[in-house]
């Protein structure tokens, strides 16, 4: 099994910056991607980030040049750094991790970390 522990949330003003990471422990044998998920209310789940073992990443449109995804690999984490944020950013941020557990891939979500941006 893979535990992912998210932090970093919080309320900020518009304009202001953010700091999330997750941390993945467990029976891991080796990490492929880890990334950001986000739900605003009412909506469905979309991605933010992912960055894979190699350090490649993807971004969704409406973040680019204003969110950045990092990993440090030796200590299985990921973060996410969110400047310039606007109230439309608002969601709860869900950490994901596909991870080789065993013989087998498997994708793990964290329990999410509430981001509020007030205007």
């Known amino acids: 099994q893979v535990q992912l522990v998210e932090s970093g949330g919080g309320l900020v003003q518009a304009g202001g910056s953010l700091r999330l990471s997750c941390a993945a422990s467990?029976?891991?044998?080796?990490?492929?991607?880890m990334g950001w998920y986000r739900q605003a209310p009412g909506k469905q789940r979309e991605l933010v980030a992912v960055?894979?073992?190699?350090?490649?990443?993807n971004y969704a449109d409406s973040v680019k040049g204003r969110f950045t995804i990092s990993r440090d690999n030796a200590k299985n984490t990921v973060h996410l750094q969110m400047n310039s944020l606007k109230p439309e950013d608002t969601a709860v941020y869900y950490c994901?991790?596909?991870?080789?557990?065993?013989?087998?891939?498997?994708?793990?979500w964290g329990k999410g970390t509430l981001v509020t941006v007030s205007s």
């Open positions: 467990g029976s891991i044998f080796s990490i492929n991607h």
């Open positions: 994901n991790c596909n991870a080789v557990v065993g013989p087998v891939d498997r994708n793990s």
């Open positions: 960055i894979t073992d190699g350090g490649s990443t």
